[in-house]
C-alpha cells in the first residue's frame, strides 16, 4: 500500500477563488497523486488550474471545519503558483500537476513539487489530534458506511480525546459530533468524557 499523508488541499478556479478541503495525498516517488471524488470542487479547480497547495498544519480544527460547513481560514499568496495557501501552514507544498490518470470515480492528478517552504516549528504529536483526524475521515463517509462501524470507532476514539485534547481538538471534536448528531436526529455528542458513550442513542454511519 502507498504512503498516504493527511492534509488541507488547497486549490483555485479561473477567477481566483480559493478552495480548501481536506485529502489524503498519496506518495508517487518526489511528489504527490491528488485523487478527488467526483463529482467536486476540488476536481473542478484542478481541470482548469492545474495547481495545488498541499498545507501541513497540526490545527484539526481546519480538518474538522472544512467537513461541517466551516470554510473561512485565512489564506496568502503562495510563491510560484495561481493558488494561495493556508496563511497558518507550519509548512506548504507548491505543486503542478504533470498528467491526469482519469477514473470515472476519482482522477488522479499526478503532481510534482515546485517549492516546500516551511514556517513553524512541528511541536510534536498529540493523541487526540489524531483521533481528531480518523473522526473527519469518518464523517466524509457518512454516506457509505455503516452506522454501527460509526459508533465503534467514534466510542473509541473519544477516550483519546478525554485524556488528551487542549481546546482546539475538543473544539474540533465537537463540530464533527454534532454533524454526527445531526445526520441521526436528536443526538446530544459529548466533547471528550472518555469514562463512557454518549447519553441517547448512539452515533454512527459513515
Not at 24 to 43: E, M, N, Q, R
Not at 69 to 97: C, N
Not at 173 to 182: C, D, G, R, V
Amino acid at each position: 500500500m502507498p504512503l498516504i499523508r493527511e492534509t488541507i488541499v488547497t486549490t483555485a478556479d479561473p477567477a481566483g477563488v480559493v478552495h480548501m478541503a481536506p485529502l489524503g495525498l498519496i506518495a508517487d516517488g518526489k511528489g504527490w497523486i491528488v485523487a478527488p471524488f467526483h463529482p467536486s470542487k476540488t476536481l473542478d479547480n484542478l481541470r482548469h488550474v492545474p495547481f495545488a497547495v498541499v498545507n501541513y498544519t497540526d490545527d484539526v480544527r481546519v480538518f474538522a471545519g472544512c467537513l461541517t460547513g466551516r470554510h473561512q481560514w485565512p489564506t496568502v499568496a503562495s510563491d510560484e503558483i495561481p493558488v494561495q495557501r493556508l496563511a497558518g501552514a507550519l509548512a506548504h507544498a507548491e505543486l503542478a500537476v504533470d498528467y491526469v490518470t482519469e477514473d470515472e470515480k476519482r482522477p488522479r492528478f499526478h503532481c510534482r513539487v515546485l517549492r516546500l517552504v516551511t514556517h513553524a516549528p512541528f511541536l510534536g504529536f498529540n493523541r487526540a489530534q489524531a483521533a481528531v483526524i480518523e473522526a473527519a475521515i469518518l464523517v466524509s463517509r457518512l454516506e457509505m458506511l455503516p452506522r454501527d462501524k460509526i459508533e465503534k470507532e467514534i466510542a473509541y476514539l473519544q477516550i483519546a480525546v478525554g485524556k488528551t485534547a487542549g481546546a482546539p481538538e475538543q473544539e474540533a471534536w465537537q463540530w464533527l459530533m454534532e454533524s454526527i448528531a445531526a445526520r441521526y436526529g436528536g443526538l446530544t455528542p459529548t466533547s471528550g468524557d472518555h469514562k463512557g458513550r454518549p447519553q441517547g442513542r448512539p452515533y454512527s454511519g459513515a
